[in-house]
T-cell receptor, first 111, second 117 residues
Framework: QKEVEQDPGPLSVPEGAIVSLNCTYS??????FMWYRQYSRKGPELLMY????GNKEDGRFTAQVDKSSKYISLFIRDSQPSDSATYLC???????????FGQGTILTVHP | EPEVTQTPSHQVTQMGQEVILRCVPI?????FYWYRQILGQKVEFLVS????????KSEIFDDQFSVERPDGSNFTLKIRSTKLEDSAMYFC???????????????FGPGTRLLVL
């Protein structure tokens, strides 16, 4: 079983839709969870960072962590064409430890 | 806003040649990382560096790879004898190194695309 699994998509939605992106993981040592956005041929850019189970909201983005189910989600409300990118989940076991990434989900929001 | 920078943006080399990828982390950051992403695949951890020594490395980071912080600003990744399978995007990242929340975040540079022929 892979440490981090993420549906690669691609996912195509109309502008204004709610987008749900998900990752599951198998390593119980993961304590810190992140979502990065990556535009084509660019470096990952941090969107959300959480370290406890529950929800965290930032503008149109909500990150959800369920440690008991080893499942994390990112919700994007009122999606915009500028949200079109690859979304990467990432997690780590210690504060300064290595990040383990999911495969990335390619999202296209069409006008 | 401070950012991680990397040079060159693209590097083409012949198999067996040495390459050095350069990174300038964010100035007050203490932890430094290299990751790579082979086209169409996951971002993979290579190595982390703190207090002038390697703190963790992956199985990928074998004797052909080395890292160095030659001065107070640069952080380099050297591949001694490149192989075809080293072709990938290489990302440098840095982290502030103080405890608590977003300060533990790793900030990524734009990457160096390495092509080994």
């Amino acid at each position: 079983q892979k440490e981090v699994e993420q549906d690669p998509g691609p996912l195509s939605v109309p502008e204004g839709a709610i987008v749900s992106l998900n990752c599951t993981y198998s390593n119980s040592a993961f304590q810190y969870f992140m979502w990065y956005r990556q535009y084509s041929r660019k470096g990952p850019e941090l969107l959300m960072y959480t370290y406890s189970s529950g929800n965290k909201e930032d503008g149109r983005f909500t990150a959800q962590v369920d440690k008991s189910s080893k499942y994390i989600s990112l919700f994007i409300r009122d999606s915009q064409p500028s949200d079109s990118a690859t979304y990467l989940c990432a997690m780590k076991g210690t504060s300064y430890g290595k990040l383990t990434f999911g495969q990335g989900t390619i999202l296209t929001v069409h006008p | 806003e401070p950012e991680v920078t990397q040079t060159p943006s693209h590097q083409v080399t012949q198999m067996g040649q040495e390459v050095i990828l350069r990174c300038v982390p964010i100035s007050n950051h203490l932890y430094f990382y290299w990751y790579r992403q082979i086209l169409g695949q996951k971002v993979e951890f290579l190595v982390s560096f703190y207090n002038n020594e390697i703190s963790e490395k992956s199985e990928i980071f074998d004797d052909q790879f080395s890292v160095e912080r030659p001065d107070g600003s640069n952080f380099t990744l050297k591949i001694r004898s490149t192989k075809l399978e080293d072709s990938a995007m290489y990302f440098c990242a840095s982290s502030k190194g103080t405890s608590g929340g977003a300060q533990e975040t790793q900030y990524f540079g734009p990457g160096t695309r390495l092509l080994v022929l």
